[in-house]
């Protein structure tokens, strides 16, 4: 073992000056303009080109539904808040407070697909409510979610995760309704219940494919 | 100024690349991470590895620092972090170490349980020199030239005017005859 007064002297000469990470509110607006037009875009290419629709007429249509524009406010509002908790969590020192800003929109989002739900429920039937997989929603939910996902996971290897967690649960819901705000505004069927757990399984599954890729693109921890 | 003002100015300086500003932060914070650290470490060894841990992690993450922010904040997450990730990794090893005064006897025989003495012997006998004398002249050169000077197969060719295919297989060949000598040997 070498004396830590020794490493004090190793680790303060010639020492390089480095970039200081930028606050979790610039790097969310960052993770903003890269994702959210990439999402929106390609969620809008793969349902016309696997579903044949016209998805202008249809954003449009669900955007002219105030109830549709309140659903689509909270998931976006819950996008932003977990991503903000995401990068804060990952900074030493943050306030942990911000850690309770996603639970309202999170909340409103989870009461509107509730209350959607139940109405399906009432107008369908019980025989034809189902929560079975719907295999023709899964290009929506990559095309929606990936980009998300993947930004996010390389913006937070630029830190050590010091609280592992909650990072990665606030950033996997984040990712997750910003992708959403895509698959509400462009995605014709109005399964939302299912989509939603699609879209989680989907959004864990990038972050991991992410973190193994993100893993060879940064040096190794232990290396100074 | 304060002392947590103080050390956000070593830290500001230190990451704009100021030596001098950052071993003196170092320095002063030593005490506080031993403390930190103290707190759930008792042993005095493992305690200075964990600090020096935390040094490290405050190393790697020193561009995470902002400093418009409490200072002693920022330390003490990656202290607390580091601290409790160190005394994992140690209760991890602690499970899979068996901790013994004298080793068991593994065989009944004394020469087994004394390795180390055995090998000794057997290297001043040179007993390996001697198998390699008894080894067929072209399985001999193969060994001397590829093994004791370490030639490459290029140059063991051009040296002994065998082909590099000769050579493979007389090395092969002369691998299984030392063995089984030094087998004979050790019995």
New interface residues.
């Given amino acids: 073992?070498?004396k830590?007064?020794d490493?004090?002297?190793i680790?303060?000469?010639?020492?390089?000056?480095?970039?200081?990470?930028a606050?979790p509110g610039k790097r969310l607006l960052f993770w903003l303009a890269i994702a959210l037009p990439i999402s929106l875009i390609l969620g809008s290419v793969v349902e016309q080109k696997t579903l044949g629709i016209d998805t202008t007429q249809l954003a449009v249509s669900r955007l002219g539904d105030m109830r549709m524009v309140i659903e689509i406010i909270a998931i976006f509002a819950t996008a932003i808040s977990a991503g903000f908790a995401a990068l804060s969590s990952a900074?030493?020192?943050?306030s942990k407070q911000v850690w309770l800003l996603p639970i309202v929109p999170l909340l409103t989002w989870m009461a509107l697909v509730g209350e959607g739900c139940w109405q399906l429920w009432l107008e369908i039937g019980a025989d034809k409510f189902t929560l079975a997989p719907h295999w023709s929603c899964y290009p929506s939910v990559v095309a929606t979610g990936a980009v998300p996902a993947i930004a996010l996971v390389l913006m937070l290897r630029?830190?050590?995760l010091?609280?592992p967690t909650v990072t990665v649960g606030f950033a996997t819901l984040g990712a997750a309704a910003l992708g959403a705000v895509g698959l509400r505004l462009f995605h014709p069927p109005d399964a939302t219940v299912m989509l939603m757990l699609w879209q989680l399984v989907a959004t864990v599954s990038f972050f991991i494919i992410s973190g193994i890729v993100a893993s060879f693109l940064r040096p190794a921890?232990?290396s100074? | 100024m304060s002392e947590e003002q103080q050390f956000s100015q070593l830290m500001a300086l230190a990451q704009d690349g100021d030596g001098e500003a950052y071993a003196k932060l170092l320095s002063q914070l030593l005490p506080i991470l031993r403390r930190i650290v103290g707190a759930r470490i008792k042993d005095h060894g493992k305690l200075e590895d964990i600090v020096q841990n935390v040094l490290l992690s405050v190393h790697r993450n020193r561009h995470t620092y902002d400093p418009d922010l409490p200072f002693m904040a920022w330390l003490t997450t990656i202290a607390h972090r580091r601290t409790m990730d160190s005394l994992r990794t140690l209760y991890r090893q602690q499970k899979n170490e068996v901790l013994v005064d004298e080793y068991p006897e593994t065989f009944p025989s004394g020469g087994a349980n004394n390795a180390e003495e055995e090998a000794l012997a057997f290297m001043a006998s040179d007993a390996l020199g001697a198998a390699i004398e008894k080894l067929p002249q072209g399985q001999k050169t193969a060994v001397k030239l590829l093994k004791l000077k370490e030639l490459s197969l290029k140059e063991a060719s051009a040296v002994s005017g065998m082909s590099i295919t000769a050579l493979k297989v007389a090395t092969h060949r002369a691998m299984i005859n030392l063995r089984r000598q030094m087998k004979q040997g050790t019995k």
């Fill in positions: 073992m070498r830590t007064e490493l004090i002297n680790l303060s000469q010639d020492l390089s000056p480095v970039e200081r990470l606050s900074q030493p020192g943050r630029r830190t050590t010091f609280n921890e232990d100074l």
